[in-house]
Nanobody
Framework: QVQLAESGGGLVQAGESLRVSCAVSGRTSSTWRMGWFRRAPGKEREFVAAISWGDPYYADSVKDRFIISRDNAKNTVYLQMNGLKPEDTAVYYC???????????????????WGQGTQVTVSS
């Protein structure tokens, strides 16, 4: 049984930074792809960032502002969010893709385990 738990969300002002974390427990593997997605009020869940064996992937909307990283020794994935904007307001979810395939990093259906989410609110 794999469990993911996000933490670190909160309320910040535009331009500030925040780091959210995703702790993975139970069965873990460094070969998994880990991803961050978000869901804003009234919108569909959207891809934010992913990391696997190569270069990380980012959505265009967060590229050059957000940084995804993972600490396999701690079984934790991080999302450092800089230069936050009000449009970044959303619930942020981390997911685990147990059998990562090329070009599926932004496909939420490829991720088979999810956390409960952490709220990030950016005020203007």
């Amino acid at each position: 049984q794999v469990q993911l738990a996000e933490s670190g969300g909160g309320l910040v002002q535009a331009g500030e930074s925040l780091r959210v974390s995703c702790a993975v427990s139970g069965r873990t593997s460094s070969t998994w792809r880990m991803g961050w997605f978000r869901r804003a009020p009234g919108k569909e869940r959207e891809f934010v960032a992913a990391i696997s064996w190569g270069d990380p992937y980012y959505a265009d909307s967060v590229k050059d502002r957000f940084i995804i990283s993972r600490d396999n020794a701690k079984n934790t994935v991080y999302l450092q969010m800089n230069g936050l904007k009000p449009e970044d307001t959303a619930v942020y979810y981390c997911g685990a893709d147990f059998l990562p395939q090329l070009h599926r990093h932004s496909d939420s259906g490829a991720y088979k385990a999810w956390g409960q989410g952490t709220q990030v609110t950016v005020s203007s």
